[in-house]
């Protein structure tokens, strides 16, 4: 993978956004490869449909570009509020990638974000468009990375270096079966997977797991039944074998 954009097609804009957009687009449809499948290819699809980028042709995931100069590792800016939630609640977010170039155009860092982590829990609403703005009003969203446990964010660039592309196929496959979950209640999942993540350990009990029910009460204020969440979405990442049940209470993450 070669990680330099082609700068001399900036030449013909003059607004960053525009050239980081162009540039990143152009290098996206030279070097990657699909992720889901054995493609080693992903063709321009923006002109059809504008939240997607890109689509495999063979196997027809759809993929969404965000390019930046700045890496924030807690949250990206989105786009609509509402539009997001739409598309979260009927299951029809692409899968996101998000570039970070760097100031001579090198590929520094992409992430791969699959559609499926996308769930209410990580969309924060921004503040209303003051009424000056030419669109007064529009709400628009971030991405809270922080709230995506780490199997959902794949690494195909990192820090200046190539990921193996088996890695990164194998690391997608390996979470697929999350699609199986119905959106509706993925989202319990999600968070239940985030927790186990945050304690940063390949065996844990669920006496430590309940020690992060101030954060799942946090995400969702109105539920009075946290801990049996917890209990019934760890025989869900069971059943989808990202955990295994090693003794009653006791864990282990699947790799
Ligand atoms: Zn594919």
Redesign the pocket.
Known sequence: MNLQCRIELGHAYKAGSQIARVLSEDWCGREL???????DR?ASSRVNTPAVDFV??????PFQLKSLKAWNQKKIVDAGYDSMLRAIRSDKVPNLLVLQYSADWLVKNLLLIPSVFFSEAIIEKRAPLSSKARRAGWVGCNILLDRIPQDGKIAVVSNGSTVAEQQVRQEFSRIRKLADVPAAVRGWTLDVLTTVRKLGKARFSLQELYQLEPYLQRIHPRNQNVRPKIRQQLQVLRDLGLIEFTSPGNYAVRS
């Open positions: 490869y699909c992720a889901a499948c054995n493609s992903l495999c042709p063979v196997c027809g995931q």
